[in-house]
Each structure stands twice: as structure tokens, then as C-alpha cells.
């Protein structure tokens, strides 16, 4: 079993309920991201879901400089706040530098380490020296068990506020391929483990100039990790994924949301029967 993180008064790991975080891949604009929060949040207290949104400022990874990348810092963390003031939901947002540590943790409950810079060292230990509770990104080119030298700098750090997130591993050119198995490797590391099922059907810089991939299949990849055993599930959503700004071919419709999570409860309560 894993520990217990809090966040506020939401608990993930151990025996607290199965967790979502969900929300658009970037920060589109104030008035679609404050309309998909209302949404959620709505969503979540209708099924009693233990909720954290999730959207991001800034995508500094984008395949082609031409991508949109967010709104920048400054306005997607006052774009955060407002939800965070309106909503008392936690928030999480990812942060690429020292910089955007000490400025996030101002505003968000969770900080993430980006898949691409889960071994920057200088950043790891920036954000296990803010006190908050940090979302490591496994990295698509990490095994599972290497995630325990990202989770040990952390920990020197003196923070034990841990989340591991899978989010699939390199397979070939242009591919992912999610392994079950890392679930429970990283389990054994104690801190409750998460299941990206959108990143995780990536097809990375699969087309062309952008990353494609298949929402399709991440439902499915959902259900099998929650069979499998997490302690939570990482879903990014929109009202209408085709003319999502980012992440477009992954992001599983907010309208199927609802019973999807329908599924993933009730999986998750058949295996801790």
C-alpha cells in the first residue's frame, strides 16, 4: 500500500478513494478554461470525486515553434487563482525552471515535473525545496525503477509529498507503449502512483510538426491501469477535442467523461473488495 499525500483536504494513496485529475492540456484563454473548470468541478461533486484540475501556462515542449504554447506565467497562474478562489479546488500546473517554482508554488497545490526534464537536477530539488507536493512526470525514456533516483532527490530535500506519474515509454520511432507492470514497480516506492492515460497514447512528434496520437484507446488504458492498481487516473479533457490547441488527438471528450469515471470506480472498487 502507499502512503497518504494530502492536498488540502483531498487525500491520494493508501486507502483514500481512487483520485482524478483532469483538465485541458494548456490554458486556452480565461473563458474556456474558467467554463471547462465549471464543468468539472460540477462533474465531481455530482460523483463524489476526489478532484484535482489540472491545466498548464506554458507548454514549453512543443514539437514546432509555430505551436501555441499557453498564455505565459503571469496570466495563466491569475487564470489558476480564479479557479483555485472560486472553485477551493486543488490545482496543478507544471514548471520547466527554478524560477517557476518559486512563483507557482505562490498559487498551485501541486507542482509537476515534466516527463523531459525528470532527471534536471537543479529543478528537482527546487521543487522538493518548495514544500509542495510535487507530480513527478516519468520520463518516456525512464524504466520504472529508475524513477526511485528522481523520488531520493526529492527526499533529500526533506519533502516526502510525493506523486509518481506514469505516462508511457518509448517504443520505436514516434511511439509509446504503456506498461501495466510499471504501475506496480512504482508502487513499491510507497508514494502513490498515477495513470496519465492521455499522454499515454501519444504518438510523439507523429505528425510532422505536432505530436499526434489516438484518444481512442486512452479509456481503455485507463480501466486496465485501475485494474491493474493506482491510486489515481491523469485524463486531459475538452468540450471539443478537435479544436483543442494542443494535445488535440488525445484529449478524451468532457461529455464521455462522466461514464468513464463511472467504469474506473467501479473497477476500483471490485479490487479492493
Known amino acids: 500500500m502507499t502512503r497518504t499525500v494530502k492536498i488540502g483536504d483531498l487525500k491520494i494513496g493508501g486507502k483514500a478513494p481512487l483520485a482524478l485529475i483532469a483538465g485541458p492540456c494548456v490554458i486556452e484563454g480565461r473563458k474556456a478554461c474558467l467554463e471547462l473548470a465549471d464543468k468539472l468541478v460540477r462533474l465531481a461533486e455530482k460523483e463524489k470525486i476526489p478532484f484535482i484540475f489540472k491545466a498548464s501556462y506554458d507548454k514549453a515542449n512543443r514539437t514546432s515553434h509555430k505551436s501555441y504554447r499557453g498564455p505565459g506565467i503571469a496570466k495563466g497562474l491569475e487564470i489558476l487563482a480564479e479557479i483555485k478562489a472560486k472553485h477551493d479546488v486543488p490545482i496543478l500546473t507544471d514548471v520547466h525552471t527554478e524560477q517557476e517554482v518559486h512563483l507557482a508554488s505562490k498559487i498551485v497545490d501541486i507542482l509537476q515535473l515534466p516527463a523531459f526534464l525528470c532527471r534536471q537536477t537543479d529543478l528537482v530539488l527546487a521543487l522538493g525545496e518548495s514544500g509542495k507536493v510535487v507530480n513527478i512526470k516519468k520520463g518516456q525514456f525512464l524504466a ?6 528522481v523520488i531520493a532527490k526529492i527526499e533529500s530535500t526533506g519533502n516526502r509529498k510525493i506523486i509518481v506519474t506514469e505516462r508511457g515509454a518509448s517504443f520505436g520511432y514516434n511511439n509509446l507503449v504503456a506498461d501495466m507492470r510499471s504501475l506496480l514497480v512504482m508502487r513499491e516506492f510507497g508514494y ?82
Open 192 to 273: 502513490p502512483v498515477v495513470f496519465d492515460a492521455t499522454h499515454s497514447v501519444q504518438l510523439p512528434g507523429g505528425a510532422g510538426n505536432s505530436t499526434g496520437g489516438d484518444g481512442k484507446w486512452a479509456p481503455y488504458l485507463a480501466r486496465a491501469a485501475v485494474a491493474t492498481g493506482c491510486d489515481g487516473v491523469f485524463i486531459e479533457t475538452h468540450v471539443e477535442p478537435a479544436k483543442a490547441m494542443s494535445d488535440k488527438a488525445n484529449a478524451i471528450p468532457f461529455s464521455a467523461l462522466g461514464k468513464l469515471w463511472r467504469q474506473l470506480r467501479d473497477i476500483n472498487d471490485v479490487i479492493h473488495r
Open 144 to 149: 520504472p525503477w529508475d524513477i526511485k533516483n
